[in-house]
C-alpha cells in the first residue's frame, strides 16, 4: 500500500526556516518523483517543488533560491528545507508522488500524504 506520511509543519516567524519531510511506503522511492505542493485557504493547489529518481530538482519561481528539495532514498524520506519564510507561504504542504513526470502540475500526481500545516506568522 503506498503510502506517504508528512511531518514537520508549525508556526514560525516571518524570515524564520522549517523542514518539511516525507515519509514514503509502500513503493520503491528511487522509481518516483516527488513533489511538494502547498495549498491556503480559499486558494488552488501550487506545486513548490519536485525532486526526480536521479535528483534532478525543480522549483516554482515563488519560492526558488529559498526552498530547497533533497532526498534520501536509502531511508525513503524526502526533505523540504523552507528558509526566509514568508506571510505568504502559509499553507497545508503535501508530499505527492508520480513515475514518469518531473513537474509540478499537481494532478499527475496519483499518490498523496494527508499534509502539515505551516504558519507564518508573528
Known amino acids: 500500500q503506498v503510502q506517504l506520511v508528512e511531518s514537520g509543519g508549525g508556526l514560525v516567524q516571518p524570515g524564520g526556516s522549517l523542514k518539511l519531510s516525507c515519509v514514503v511506503s509502500?513503493?520503491?522511492?528511487?522509481?518516483?518523483?516527488i513533489g511538494w505542493f502547498r495549498q491556503a485557504p480559499g486558494k488552488e493547489r501550487e506545486g513548490v517543488a519536485c525532486?526526480?529518481?536521479?535528483?534532478?530538482?525543480y522549483y516554482a519561481k515563488s519560492v526558488e533560491g529559498r526552498f530547497t528539495i533533497s532526498r534520501d532514498n536509502a531511508n525513503n524520506i524526502v526533505y523540504l528545507q523552507m528558509n526566509s519564510l514568508k506571510p505568504e507561504d502559509a499553507a497545508n504542504y503535501y508530499c505527492?508522488?508520480?513515475?514518469?513526470?518531473?513537474?509540478?502540475?499537481?494532478?499527475?500526481?496519483?499518490?498523496w500524504g494527508q499534509g502539515t500545516q505551516v504558519t507564518v506568522s508573528s
Open positions: 509502500g513503493f520503491n522511492l528511487d522509481q518516483y518523483v
Open positions: 505527492a508522488a508520480a513515475e514518469n513526470y518531473f513537474a509540478l502540475r499537481y494532478s499527475e500526481y496519483p499518490y
Open positions: 525532486v526526480s529518481s536521479n535528483y534532478r530538482t
